[in-house]
């Protein structure tokens, strides 16, 4: 059963679509097997409408030098795009990136934006650095068209040194109809849902450690990623999982293979997992991992509409998981 158990992973693989350029990709989204958009370094966003046969690379306009480091995209022609700082900017495009509209700015000293999640196409959640030791965090009902933040008092409490890790728009996710979860890293590491603020038994104390990346299955079962992405190769506390919606948490027998920036379900006992590092797949909700590929990537993310997996990096890095 072990043979068999190792010879399926093994037969999994990593083909890369497109590469070779002087890009950063961190946001990934993919609509259905066909359609994906990426966005990264350098004001650059990427569409395939073919599956990743062919990307059209893109510069937004004014914005040569803004790190988009997520995107959320709904079709072949709408996505929105989220620049991190200097100002923090939300754009949208409706058609396939000809145009894009400035749909929210924060020229705040400080303002860092990390990550944004929709429920569906109308409602979504976008999360920030804390400023004055609040966590900033906006909320849209219009598609992407106006955000607001929270009321002052609603704003969560961060402790000093902690905050969230632009690094693969996956720190915040939907939990249920218009409930989401977020995590934090640095020199603490937490599970904030709803009023709760739960400790995570992950790695933390320094700026370059805590949790990264949390993927849902449902209220009650998720697991989370991180590490010290200034030790990428260590394993230590860089994985745990929850079956009982956080109020118990457990490590991998057998961790991923060194820091991970973004973890997926691919079914409720499949998932993937990437980082700087390689490449990671458990098939049995996370309690083993075994790498598949020692390319890096910063983002990894399932189809909304469908089966295709892809994955995003560095040097404009774009590929897809091949299933035996």
Request: aromatic share 10%.
């Amino acid at each position: 059963m072990l043979a068999v158990y190792s010879l399926q992973l093994s037969a999994q693989s990593i083909q890369i679509l497109d590469s070779n350029k002087t890009v950063s990709i961190r946001g990934l989204s993919v609509v259905n097997d066909n359609i994906v958009w990426a966005s990264g370094s350098n004001g650059t966003v990427a569409l395939s409408t073919n599956g990743g046969k062919t990307f059209s690379w893109m510069n937004v306009p004014g914005y040569q030098k803004t790190d988009f480091r997520d995107i959320e995209a709904f079709d072949a022609k709408t996505a929105i795009i989220m620049g991190i700082d200097t100002p923090a900017v939300i754009l949208k495009t409706t058609d396939a990136g000809k145009t894009w509209k400035k749909v929210y700015e924060d020229k705040r000293p400080g303002m860092f934006l990390d990550a944004m999640e929709f429920w569906n196409e109308m409602s979504g959640i976008v999360i920030g650095d804390p400023i004055d030791g609040k966590i900033f965090i906006a909320r849209t009902f219009d598609a992407g068209e106006h955000w607001r933040g929270l009321p002052d008092a609603y704003y969560p409490t961060a402790e000093k040194g902690e905050a969230m890790f632009a690094s693969s728009g996956t720190n915040v996710r939907k939990l249920a109809k218009d409930e989401a979860c977020f995590i934090t890293g640095g020199t603490r590491s937490r599970l904030f849902i709803r009023d709760q603020k739960i400790d995570l038994p992950i790695l933390q104390g320094k700026e370059s450690t805590g949790a990264n990346s949390i993927a849902v299955w449902d209220k009650k079962t998720f697991v989370i990623v991180g590490g010290d992405f200034s030790n990428a190769t260590s394993t230590e506390k860089n994985c745990v999982l929850s079956k009982d919606g956080g109020k118990t948490f457990v490590a991998p027998t057998t961790p991923p293979f060194g820091y991970r920036s973004c973890v997926e379900y691919m079914s409720k006992s499949k998932l993937i997992t990437c980082g700087i590092t390689g490449v990671d797949v458990s098939e049995d909700g996370g309690m083993n991992w075994s790498n598949i590929s020692t390319t890096g990537f910063h983002v990894v993310r399932k189809a909304k509409k469908g089966k295709a997996v892809y994955l995003a990096g560095s040097r404009g890095r774009i590929a897809v998981l091949r299933l035996p």
